[in-house]
Nanobody, 120 residues
Framework: QVQLVESGGGLVQPGGSLRLSCTAS????????MAWFRQAPGKQRELVAD???????NYADSVKGRFTISTDGAKNTVYLQMNNLNPEDTADYYCNGDIRVGVVDRNVYWGQGTQVTVSS
């Protein structure tokens, strides 16, 4: 019913920047919140940042001041601007959406992930 597709990952040098995008498509009635998670090899998936429909944001301590989450409601798209990247940011990044897909149906959907590698 709903698909989330990420893009924008890649290889970047320490100190560099990347912008991730995630677009939701399908039978969307309303998006309550969207978020970015990441999972590094051998580690658990962790929340990076989230944003509500009202624009409230929340960040992991490790990315505060470096990453910015934003949305384009008209495009059902969430962005993650990542600046001053360091090797510890290397991970697969996943988009997540809390979405109403019917009169009463509300579910959480995940994208397929995009890889970010920070290395010199």
């Amino acid at each position: 019913q709903v698909q989330l597709v990420e893009s924008g990952g890649g290889l970047v040098q320490p100190g560099g920047s990347l912008r991730l995008s995630c677009t939701a498509s399908g039978r969307i009635f309303y998006i309550y919140a969207m978020a970015w998670f990441r999972q590094a090899p051998g580690k658990q998936r962790e929340l990076v940042a989230d944003i509500t429909s009202g624009g409230s944001t929340n960040y992991a301590d490790s990315v505060k001041g470096r990453f910015t989450i934003s949305t384009d409601g008209a495009k059902n798209t969430v962005y993650l601007q990542m600046n001053n990247l360091n090797p510890e940011d290397t991970a697969d990044y996943y988009c997540n959406g809390d979405i109403r897909v019917g009169v009463v149906d509300r579910n959480v959907y995940w994208g397929q992930g995009t890889q970010v590698t920070v290395s010199s």
